[in-house]
């Protein structure tokens, strides 16, 4: 079935420094890649996300890359903050029945920026 | 511009008893998601609803989880019995059409259910 693998589950970095997290999904198919943001017992909120016909995007200092032949996208946090401090999910989109799509999201990364 | 309801917050309950929660979307919105976020997982879609009928719900325990949706607006999720594994957060979501994908989901504050 549909898979999401996100990685590292655990990142530490000072403030300042830059952020990687990776995801690759299984459904060659999906075509939308949202990012979700997750402060402690908050809802998730979206922070960023990605069309499968670009291969992209940047807003402020969050930037997420799509590469669709190797099936994985990747979220970039630069000049990272405390206030970065929180659990990110990654998510992909495959079609289900008439048309629509549904989420599937991996199992978070925990980030934690120290000053 | 009013975000997504829930209700309850929180609740306790022992195992085998039942429970149900609320969940008001954005006005406007056609698509509702219920999810399940076990502790330190990420969210599992256990059904979609376009207007008030069922998208998916093949990751719904259908012998004990049962939603409806009857006025395409507001929808309730409910679990009977309830079992120790169902202690997580159920997040309910919405979007303004996810024909084609693609659409933000806007999540609600959740309702944290903890079995005993």
């Known amino acids: 079935g549909e898979n999401v693998e996100q990685h590292p589950s655990t990142l530490s970095v000072q403030e300042g420094d830059s952020a990687v997290i990776k995801c690759t999904y299984s459904d060659s198919a999906s075509n939308y890649f949202p990012w979700y943001k997750q402060e402690l017992g908050k809802r998730p909120q979206l922070i960023i996300d990605?069309?499968?016909?670009?291969g992209e995007k940047k807003d402020q200092r969050i930037a997420v890359t799509l590469n669709k032949t190797a099936k994985h996208f990747s979220l970039h946090i630069t000049e990272t903050q405390p206030e970065d401090s929180a659990v990110y999910f990654c998510?992909?989109?495959?079609?289900?029945?008439?048309?629509?799509?549904?989420?599937?999201f991996g199992a978070g990364t925990r980030l934690a920026v120290h000053p | 511009e009013a975000g997504v309801a829930q209700s309850p917050r929180y609740k306790i309950i022992e195992k085998r008893q039942s429970v149900a929660f609320w969940c008001n979307p954005i006005?406007?919105?056609?698509?509702l998601y219920w999810y399940q976020q076990i502790l330190g997982q990420g969210p599992k879609l256990l059904i979609q609803?376009?207007?008030?009928?069922?998208?998916?719900d093949s990751q719904l325990p259908k012998d004990r989880f049962s939603a409806e949706r009857l006025k395409g607006v507001d929808s309730t999720l409910k679990i009977q019995p309830a079992k120790l594994e169902d202690s997580a957060v159920y997040l309910c979501?919405?979007?303004?059409?996810?024909?084609?994908?693609?659409?933000?989901?806007?999540f609600g504050p959740g309702t944290r259910l903890l079995v005993l």
């Open positions: 979501a919405s979007s303004l059409d996810d024909r084609g994908g693609g659409e933000t989901q806007y």
């Open positions: 990605i069309r499968s016909n670009v």
């Open positions: 609803f376009q207007n008030n009928g069922v998208v998916d």
């Open positions: 998510a992909a989109s495959p079609t289900i029945s008439g048309g629509y799509n549904k989420l599937i």
């Open positions: 006005s406007g919105h056609a698509t």
